[in-house]
């Protein structure tokens, strides 16, 4: 067998090993994606107490959150700070990658990273949401008193709109865990090829010398790649930072401006200067951030 052909399959192999564990992850969110339902939310909650909430729900492997929070600041429902810090604790597939890569080669540098990326991105959340709510973006006057949201899992899609109100068959249920479990292993195995062709044709040793040697700069570049809508650049930048491409700061800075499918959602707001200055705070503070935890070498 050709040495690309086996580059191939231990992409292949490795898939193979975390889906299982992601099958359980997305069992899981499932479970809370249906027990939740549709909530009632006061306005005056979501404005007083939107940052530390939207930071907390932002750090579920969940496109449905960020996707949700646009939706209710483009109602005037969520305030500008609240929506950037859901943005910036969204880590998208960071977390299941992570905790599958747990009996892998790498496992004991993606379980001790778990604690440390949760615990920075939600920090960086709450801290940017107030400052940004007590500095740049003013409340309005007045906004509506409640509104009732559904959330929905990763993309809304066609298969997650036929579903009943008040009953799911184990077999629905099983069918959409495995959806998402073979959509992420799909995503696993293509950038986990490309990152063992990357690093077969050019060296490891390489690639990791030129991504670290990017310096100050390299949380900047992660964090323009974590503005592309999607899954798949978090899954990318958890793998590459596993394999020792890019440091811990720059990790997070590509993983803190990846909002999944909540920048498709926000373009939709009729507001595009808002939505200009949402995106370049996000990515600014996101940069930042990265930077800061190099310098400081934290991890």
């Known amino acids: 067998m050709s040495e690309i052909a086996e580059t191939l399959l231990d992409a292949l192999l490795d898939t ?8 359980l992850v997305y069992m899981l969110l499932e479970y809370i994606n249906r027990v939740s339902g549709k909530k009632n939310f006061s306005s005056n909650i979501l404005w007083r107490f939107g940052p530390v909430i939207g930071s907390g729900l932002g750090l579920i492997p969940q496109c449905g959150f960020s996707a949700a929070a646009a939706e209710l600041y483009s109602s005037g429902l969520l305030s500008a700070g609240a929506l950037i810090a859901v943005f910036l604790s969204t880590s998208d ?5 992570l905790i ?3 009996g892998t080669d790498v ?14 991105k939600f920090v960086l959340a709450v801290i940017s949401g107030y400052l940004i709510n007590f500095t740049i973006c003013k409340k309005p006057e007045a906004a509506p008193q409640t509104v009732k949201v559904e959330y929905g899992s990763c993309e809304v899609d066609e298969h997650h709109c036929h579903k009943q109100e008040h009953h799911h068959s184990i077999w629905e249920f099983l069918l959409h865990a495995l959806y998402h479990t073979a959509k992420i292993c ?15 044709f050019t060296g490891e040793e390489n690639v990791i010398n030129f991504l670290q040697g990017g310096g100050v700069l390299m949380p900047f570049i992660t964090a323009a790649a974590g503005l592309i809508p999607g899954c798949t650049v978090s899954v990318a930048l958890t793998q590459i930072f596993l ?9 997070v800075a590509g993983l803190s401006a990846g909002a999944g499918f909540g920048y498709v959602v926000l373009l939709k707001h009729k507001n595009k200067k808002q939505v200009a200055l949402i995106l370049g705070l996000t990515y600014l503070i996101s940069a930042l951030c990265g930077t800061v935890l190099n310098l400081i070498n934290v991890f």
């Open 107 to 120: 496992g004991a540098k993606a379980v001790t990273s778990i604690l440390p990326l949760l615990l920075c």
């Open 16 to 23: 193979l090993k975390a889906a299982p564990i992601l099958f």
């Open 243 to 251: 394999r020792g491409g890019i440091s811990f700061g720059s990790v």
């Open 186 to 200: 799909l995503f696993l195995f293509i950038t986990t090829a490309v990152i063992n062709l990357i690093f077969y």
């Open 100 to 102: 599958s890569a747990a």
């Open 93 to 97: 597939e960071a977390l299941p990658v």
